[in-house]
T-cell receptor, first 114, second 115 residues
């Protein structure tokens, strides 16, 4: 299993541009998440999904959108990039089987908005 | 409140030392407390986790101590090695409720273990 994969690894955007961060998992997990990581701030939840077609906002959703058309894929969309969105973005997935949840993280996408 | 407060922000120890990282939470609904280890350029990886029905859990050189009444938990790394140098995050979630595994993270601790 490849686990959770993310593309691209790095990206530089200009203010106002848009892009989609891709995330795919091959573990057949129902739950998927997008976090952003800023220095000294830990990870903050942007959006999450409990299954195909079901998404909900996390702690910091403004400026982002998501969709979940399949179990495997959970892309994150930035419509009008702003410098405040410069961050490292992590996608994660987890399975709720057996009452124990374990999140598996992808390698991250480092985004710079200039 | 959903906050999880982590300290210290950074920590330097000598090889063989026992670094201790502390976390405190406010939400009494939290019932799952994992620790994640992150190396530069990588995503966080689960290191060890505890539920509030036990006060301590050990896995190899890593130990979580949990104090439910104080709403605090800590990570101890026994016989630390230079390879343990990484950023450590505590986290918490309401795994048994409707939080769907959403984690609330602490701010992170950068650990450096000198040879």
């Amino acid at each position: 299993n490849a686990g959770v994969t993310q593309t691209p690894k790095f990206r530089i955007l200009k203010i106002g541009q848009s892009m989609t961060l891709q995330c795919t998992q091959d573990m057949n997990h129902n739950y998927m998440y997008w976090y952003r990581q800023d220095p000294g701030m830990g990870l903050k939840l942007i959006y999450y999904s409990v299954g195909a077609g079901i998404t909900d906002k996390g702690e910091v959703p403004n400026g982002y959108n998501v969709s979940r058309s399949t179990t495997e894929d959970f892309p994150l969309r930035l419509e009008l990039a702003a410098p405040s969105q410069t961050s490292v973005y992590f996608c994660a997935s987890s399975s709720a089987s057996g009452g124990h949840l374990r999140e598996f993280f992808g390698p991250g996408t480092r985004l710079t908005v200039l | 409140q959903q906050q999880v407060k982590q300290s210290p922000q950074s920590l330097i120890v000598q090889k063989g030392g026992i670094p201790i990282i502390n976390c405190a939470y406010e939400n009494t609904a939290f019932d799952y407390f994992p620790w994640y280890q992150q190396f530069p350029g990588k995503g966080p990886a689960l290191l060890i986790a505890i539920r509030p029905d036990v006060s301590e859990k050990k896995e190899g050189r890593f130990t979580i101590s949990f104090n439910k009444s104080a709403k605090q938990f800590s990570l101890h790394i026994m016989d630390s090695q230079p390879g343990d140098s990484a950023t450590y995050f505590c986290a918490a979630s309401d795994a048994g409720g409707t939080s769907y595994g959403k984690l609330t993270f602490g701010q992170g601790t950068i650990l450096t273990v000198h040879p």
